[in-house]
Nanobody, 127 residues
Framework: QLELVESGGALVQPGASLKLSCAPS????????VAWFRQAPGKEREFVAA????????YYSDSVRGRFTISRDNPKKTVYLQMSTLKLEDTAVYYC????????????????????WGQGTQVTVSS
């Protein structure tokens, strides 16, 4: 059973940077797609970014493209989300998720495509 552990959430000011980590527990990532989602109070869970561990392809939502960077270390033990120029609207609980199988590009933003989820880490952007 693959378990995911997120860390790195914090309270920061607008314009700050923050780096989230997602580490597997139980077994390592293999050829999964790993994604970050976020959920703000009263809102639906929203896709943020994803990375294909097999080939390294990355995908971003329009709201974070150019500010956030998803990456992995070798040998695929941890996935990171580097967040820069944080805005008030980035405030949310950030979740790491991993697929059990390959995810097609058109579905990569869908939470239901991911079988494994972490417990979430709170990111609060406030002045």
């Amino acid at each position: 059973q693959l378990e995911l552990v997120e860390s790195g959430g914090a309270l920061v000011q607008p314009g700050a940077s923050l780096k989230l980590s997602c580490a597997p527990s139980g077994r390592t990532f293999s050829r999964n797609t790993v994604a970050w989602f976020r959920q703000a109070p009263g809102k639906e869970r929203e896709f943020v970014a994803a990375i294909r561990l097999g080939g390294g392809d990355v995908y971003y939502s329009d709201s974070v493209r150019g500010r956030f960077t998803i990456s992995r270390d070798n040998p695929k033990k941890t996935v990171y989300l580097q967040m820069s120029t944080l805005k008030l609207e980035d405030t949310a609980v950030y979740y790491c998720a991993a697929s059990g199988t390959q995810v097609i590009v058109s579905a990569i933003h869908m939470p239901r495509m991911y079988a494994y989820w972490g417990q979430g880490t709170q990111v609060t952007v406030s002045s």
